[in-house]
């Protein structure tokens, strides 16, 4: 394996401590007081908004720290999916933009992300080496972040410096021949926190010819300039090389041009994206963030914060799509001999900008004979997205998922790319109060002003629009005792839609349609088992509507695409335990049973009709065991669930049940007295075939993702 100089860089500062000793090497086994198995102890989480505990906020939130994605060793968002029954994957792919759906909804990349609390735009690779932890509400996220899908809000909060100095040096291995070494240096310099993550990975996964490498950058800074008032400051630079597998499709069996059939036994390390002229997809990400915090008195205080972030993206892949070799057209899908059609397409330097502020102003007061606590905040943010003028798109030939040929090359710029703008200016407020002492309201509502445009590189196919919109939220929650409490909620999210300006296409193109307002009712039971244990059941109702293409009356005349033209309902239970339940034992438990269906579209065949690629019923269970016998060993497992999927829309295809078992362990020795931590991992242990996900959302096709072969994660962490 070969690694770049940083990664050598980083070895070697590692590993001069240790050459300093002059005593030989001596190990001594010890319990180690950090956090050798997960604690799963988080108790507040940023991204509902209220600032409330966990165990008494009407809400679902789940937080995964990063004590828990060391343990699991997840490398990748997709990775992190697999720690929540209600999270799921949509078109993940090795090497490639991560995308995420909670209770069946796909998250939009740019309204349903944020930082730190401050909006963020997910369409680049994450970097999980400097979070603290990933915050996940699940549900309507109108309140917290305005124009959004209705799934729910991720919030990504990174590591800060901490009261103590110290310095951990990391090596991770699979067995693919990847490497990656991790240096995490938190110091104090004067008055001035200093948290420093620095990354190099050499990324060898098991697919052919998706070799690729990842560096990160990142750097916290605190100090206090009085003992009411501090100030944060984040820096970020992120870069990552990687060509990305595309996904596949159905075969078209009866030969009517649609994909049918599920294909057969394939080679596991397939890569279509395997040409000899095939480019890694390469993104750089550079984000900043500075936030200020005053205490105003006892009861209130004030806090802005705002960051930039600026991607390039080159995204270029030899994409397989349709297939021309039978008597009819396949499309979506391919040949029922397992041909594909291969497109050159290379969209490169394409440059996103957004930048994002928030102030806000935390309180508590009596009024009325009760006590009150109150949010009231302003915030925006800013968006754009330039790719190059050109990018290509061609067709170059024809393959074959058993048997894959070599095509030529066709980098030829002949497709226009899009230009967008968007702003955003809401101000929002939340209200908690305390009716008596078992009973506590929730309410809160935040008012948007969104204005969006875009246009062709040559100015053609231009819509604007500019709306405002009001997202309301109610909770009621009762304690009947100290460790218990049931609520209630309510919600709204909203979501806005122009017709493509194609007259070619619609009737109404470039009209600008109503906001489309999803409603989310829930109900919920949380129980304090024990301090470190957070039991919590929900059942929930989404409704979502979507805008449609309605037929006209003459089949010679074109479409109407309408607002709310069609409608998903999403009804659910959910039930997760988080934390300890002894000394020895951590659990990180979900589950989740979903119904999700049509009940109105313009095409009747339609209503009813179960959503694709969403399982009715779907488990997951983590769980950690120190082992009392040896002193700093931990045995883990990770065990998921998830029922069948129906891959089309007329349900005539399903993905079959499937399961999967992670495994690992974890030894905390003392070596030359330094506290030192080797894991293993072992991912699919039983080494599993099966078809993880069926997604429909991307250019109208249906892709298909298998899960990925038995894979060894071995790591060692220093701490010096």
Known sequence: MKLSPLALALAASASLPTFA????????????????????????????????????????????GADLLAATAAQSLSQVIKLDASLADSYNTTGYIESLSIRGFLLDQSGNFSRNGLATSNIAPVALENMERIEVMKGVAGLQSGVSAPGGLVNYVTKVPMKDDFVTAGLTANDS?????????????????????????????????????????????????????????????????????????????????????????????????????????ESSSTTAEVALNHRLDANWSARVAANTQRLRVDDRLAFPDGCSSAPNYVYPGLCANGDVDVYDYRSENEQRSLWSWDARLDGTFKAFGLQHATRLGLNGRSASTDPAPLQAYNFVGITNI???ITLPADPALTSLNTDSRERALAGYATLTSDL???????????????????????????????????????????????????????????????????????????????????????????????????????????????????PAADPADLPLRVEGAKTARHRGLEFTAAGRLDAALSLQASLMALDAEYTQAADPNLVGQRVTNLPRLKASVFADYKVAALAGLSLNALASYESAKTVTADGSVKLPSAWQLDAGLGYAARIAGKETLWRLNIENLTNRNYWREAPTTYWGGIYLFAAAPRTLRASVTVEF
């Open 21 to 64: 000793q002059t005593a030989p090497p001596s190990l001594q086994v010890v319990t180690v007081t950090g956090k050798t198995a997960p604690l799963l102890d988080v108790e507040t989480a940023d991204v509902s908004g209220f600032g409330t505990p966990l165990a008494k906020l009407p809400q679902s939130v789940t937080v995964l």
């Open 177 to 281: 021949g990847g490497a990656k070494l991790h240096l995490d240096v938190n110091q104090e310099l004067g008055s001035v926190g200093v948290r420093l993550n620095l990354v190099d990975e050499a990324l060898r996964p098991q697919f052919d010819q998706a070799d690729g490498s990842r560096q990160l950058l990142s750097l916290a800074l605190a100090t206090e300039l009085s003992p009411a008032t501090s100030v944060t400051a984040n820096l970020e630079y992120h870069r990552k090389s990687q060509p990305s597998v595309p996904g596949l499709g159905l075969l078209d069996n009866n030969g009517d041009g649609f994909g049918d059939t599920l294909p057969g036994s394939i080679n596991p390390r397939l890569n279509l994206n395997n040409q000899a002229w095939s480019q890694p997809f």
């Open 402 to 404: 058993y048997a894959p």
């Open 436 to 550: 008596s002492q078992s009973l506590q309201s929730f309410v809160g509502a935040r008012v948007t002003r969104l204005n969006r445009s875009s246009e062709q590189s040559d100015g053609s196919r231009a819509v604007s629009f500019e709306q405002t919109v009001t997202t309301p939220w109610a909770g009621l929650a009762w304690s009947p005792s100290a460790s218990t409490m049931v609520y209630a909620s309510w919600g709204q999210g909203v979501e806005f839609e122009v017709v493509p300006n194609r007259p070619d296409r619609f009737a109404n193109a470039g009209q600008v349609l109503p906001a489309l307002k999803s409603a989310q009712t829930e109900l919920g039971l949380k129980w304090q088992a024990n301090p470190r244990l957070l039991l919590t059941a929900a059942a929930f109702s989404v409704d979502k509507p979507y805008a449609d293409d309605v």
